[in-house]
Nanobody, 114 residues
Framework: QVQLVESGGGLVQAGGSLRLSCAAS????????TGWYRQAPGKRELVARI??????NYAESAKGRFTISRDSGVNTVHLQMNGLKSEDTAVYYC?????????WGQGTQVTVSS
């Protein structure tokens, strides 16, 4: 059972920055991809993802503001979020995919005040 533990959420003013971290219980290279999703009231949506080969994908709303990175030495994936907007307010979930199987963290709340 893969364990994913998120940290780094909180309350920030619009225009500010936060860095989310996701610590995995095993090597992140065991996963086809790792990434971040978010959920405000409504559907959970992809924010950013990095594949085992290093390819990154971002939601249009995240491009130019957010950066996903990984630290394989500590099995951790980060999401650096700059220029935060009120519409970024959501619960952010770490995701690790192995073939078609999704693994999720418990989520961390990000609240951006305007």
């Amino acid at each position: 059972q893969v364990q994913l533990v998120e940290s780094g959420g909180g309350l920030v003013q619009a225009g500010g920055s936060l860095r989310l971290s996701c610590a995995a219980s095993e090597s992140i290279f065991n996963f086809n991809s790792t990434g971040w999703y978010r959920q405000a009231p409504g559907k959970r949506e992809l924010v950013a993802r990095i594949t085992v080969g290093g390819t990154t994908n971002y939601a249009e709303s995240a491009k130019g503001r957010f950066t996903i990175s990984r630290d394989s030495g500590v099995n951790t994936v980060h999401l650096q979020m700059n220029g935060l907007k009120s519409e970024d307010t959501a619960v952010y979930y770490c995701n690790a995919t192995v073939l078609s199987r999704n693994n999720w963290g418990q989520g961390t709340q990000v609240t951006v005040s305007s």
